[in-house]
Structure formats: C-alpha cells, structure tokens
C-alpha cells in the first residue's frame, strides 16, 4: 500500500481470482449428457406435433389445440380414414360377387314404351 503525503493509506485494486466452476464429477457430466439429450428428444416430439397439427383436418377453435389435443385428433382421424378403407373394401368385395358377365346379356333396349303409359290428366 502507499501511503498519502497526509498519513492516510492508499488502497491497491487487486485483481480478485476468477472463480472456475464447480468441477464436474462423473454423474454431473452424465446428467449434463442426459439434460441435452432430453432436451433434444422433446425439441424432435415438438416439431413432428407441429407437422401433425397441419396434416389433420382440425374443426374451427378460437385457440390452437393442445399437444395431447392433436394427437387425439389424429387417432380420430386415422380411425375415420379406416372405416372408410373398411367399406371401400366391402364394396369391392360385394362387387366382385356380383357376376359382371351377366350384365353383357341385357340389350340396350328400354324397360319400358312410351306408348305403354298412359297419358297424364289433370
């Protein structure tokens, strides 16, 4: 310290020592591993619940869908779209039974005349 002409002492600014962190130990390196890696899993789930909510057809709301709200809606789409599939394969298959050779035999020709009606009187 130096000292002033007047006897009062002049205060030296020493430079405090960094503080390093705390060292890390095996577990919190692992944690600070596992930390990332969550965080990483929950940006990935994120971004495929965005890419959802914009793929499935969503009724009119005044506020956007909750994560778990979408992936409902999903499975209800997904079980609409399978009905449908259901049917459609249904359909087929009772078209299928259907003996299409058979419709070959009928002619062109009408059901029905004209002049087999009767005319209209009011």
């Given at each position: 310290?130096?000292?002033?002409?007047?006897?009062?002492?002049?205060?030296?600014?020493?430079?405090?020592?960094?503080?390093?962190?705390?060292?890390?130990?095996?577990?919190?390196k692992?944690?600070?591993?596992?930390?990332?890696?969550?965080?990483?899993?929950?940006?990935?789930l994120?971004?495929?619940?965005?890419?959802?909510?914009?793929?499935?057809?969503l009724?009119?709301?005044?506020?956007?869908?909750?994560?778990?709200?979408?992936?409902?809606?999903?499975?209800?789409?997904?079980?609409?779209?399978?009905?449908?599939?259901?049917?459609?394969?249904?359909?087929?298959?009772?078209?299928?039974?259907?003996?299409?050779?058979?419709l070959?035999?009928?002619?062109?020709?009408?059901?029905?005349?004209?002049?087999?009606?009767?005319?209209?009187?009011?």
């Amino acid at each position: 310290m130096d000292v002033a002409p007047i006897g009062k002492v002049i205060p030296q600014h020493k430079k405090k020592p960094r503080r390093r962190g705390p060292r890390l130990t095996g577990v919190s390196k692992q944690r600070r591993v596992a930390n990332a890696r969550e965080r990483r899993r929950v940006e990935i789930l994120n971004m495929n619940i965005q890419i959802l909510r914009h793929m499935i057809p969503l009724p009119p709301q005044e506020k956007e869908p909750s994560k778990t709200e979408v992936i409902w809606l999903a499975v209800d789409y997904i079980t609409e779209l399978t009905k449908m599939l259901d049917s459609a394969d249904q359909w087929q298959a009772e078209l299928e039974m259907f003996d299409i050779d058979s419709l070959d035999s009928l002619d062109d020709s009408p059901l029905f005349n004209l002049e087999d009606c009767a005319p209209l009187s009011f």
